[in-house]
Each structure stands twice: as C-alpha cells, then as structure tokens.
C-alpha cells in the first residue's frame, strides 16, 4: 500500500525551531514532487511549500518564506520540513502530499495524489 506518514510535531514557543519529517512507503520516492500543507481550526487548508521531484526546486508560500525550508532525502524516502522562528501563526496540523506530475505550479491539493494524516504543530508561550 501507498502510504505517507508525517512527524515531528510538537508544542514549542514562539521563535523556537521544529523539523517535521514525511516518510514514504510502497512507491518510489523520486517520482513524485512533494508539497507540505497546514490547516489551523476554522481555516482552510493553505500551501506551505513545495518541493520537485529532484529536489532542484523548491517553493514557499510568503507567510513562511525565509523562515522555513524543504529538503528530500530520496534514497531514505524522506521529506522534511524545518521551521525556525515560530510564530503562533504557525499553529495547525501539518500535511504532506505527492503529486506525481510537475505542473510548475502546486499549490492546488487537488493536484496531489497521496496524503498523510498530519501531525500537529503548536507555537504557544
């Protein structure tokens, strides 16, 4: 079975750091680009970032950018996303997902074929 399993969540203070890990099973990694997506109580889900399938290319949406990065490890079939200088901003339930076809753009979750079950993030002092 295909699966994608999320970690890394944790409760940290504002302006802490946290890495979250994606880890893949029963595909191939490097085929699918690979995007991170959060969703906070009554909002919806947004795009955080986005990463291709190589690596090569990645994306962040402006609320985060120069504060958190993504990186893939596909011989450990490995996504991760590091976040520093948390904000309580950043509080929700963190998502990755893997679409198998580079659009240039991936922010849609429609364009994403597999999902994990989250994990959750909160920023609180």
């Known amino acids: 079975q295909l699966q994608l399993v999320e970690s890394g969540g944790d409760l940290v203070q504002p302006g802490g750091s946290l890495r979250l890990s994606c880890a893949a099973s029963?595909?191939?990694?490097?085929?699918?680009?690979i995007g991170w997506f959060r969703q906070a109580p009554g909002k919806e889900r947004e795009g955080v970032s986005y990463?291709?399938?190589?690596?090569?290319?990645?994306v962040y949406a402006d609320s985060v950018k120069g504060r958190f990065t993504i990186s893939r490890d596909n011989a450990k079939k490995m996504v991760y996303l590091q976040m520093n200088s948390l904000k309580a901003e950043d509080t929700a339930v963190y998502y990755c997902?893997?679409?198998?076809?580079?659009?240039?753009?991936?922010?849609?979750?429609?364009?994403?074929?597999?999902w994990g079950q989250g994990t959750q993030v909160t920023v609180s002092s």
């Open positions: 029963g595909f191939t990694l490097d085929y699918y680009a």
């Open positions: 997902a893997a679409s198998k076809v580079w659009y240039g753009s991936l922010w849609k979750g429609r364009l994403y074929d597999y």
């Open positions: 990463i291709s399938s190589s690596g090569g290319g990645t």
